[in-house]
């Protein structure tokens, strides 16, 4: 049995993930939490969010975020493909900054309009 906190919403349900019942999940309020229980100890992924670097703009860094949940074992490899990354002024919000980051299957987004 393995206790998780749910992060799907500010209530932070307290979870258990039976792994010798199927992953079955008590403890939370509604089924993201069951969903969220059993990706996490099978296939857990994470929104990414970060900065790129942007020239033209009013500020030197444009925030992004991935346009899904990407797998825990892509993200260091994704935050470092970011590192070399750099735009250019006028960029808008949901533009398509990186595709298919890291070989995640998810593209990296631009956040604001910049
Ligand atoms: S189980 Fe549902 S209600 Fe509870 S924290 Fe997760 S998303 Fe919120």
Do not use: F
């Not at 209530?11 to 792994?19: A, N, S, Y």
């Not at 990414?48 to 030197?60: C, E, F």
């Not at 992004?64 to 808008?92: F, N, Q, T, W, Y």
């Not at 949901?94 to 910049?114: F, N, P, T, Y």
Request: charge should be neutral; glycine fraction near 10%.
């Amino acid at each position: 049995m393995t206790e998780l906190i749910c992060i799907g919403c500010p209530r932070g349900c307290h979870l258990k993930v039976d792994e010798q019942n199927g992953y079955a999940v008590s403890g939370n309020n509604c089924p993201v939490g069951a969903e969220y229980g059993r990706n996490e100890l099978t296939n857990p992924t994470r929104v990414l969010t970060s900065t790129v670097r942007i020239t033209g703009a009013i500020h030197s860094c444009l925030p992004v975020k991935s346009s899904g949940p990407i797998r825990k074992a892509l993200l260091m490899e994704a935050v470092k493909a970011l590192k070399d990354v750099e735009v250019a002024s006028p960029v808008h919000k949901g533009e398509v900054i990186v595709r298919d980051i890291a070989g995640s299957g998810q593209d990296m987004l631009a956040s604001r309009d910049m």
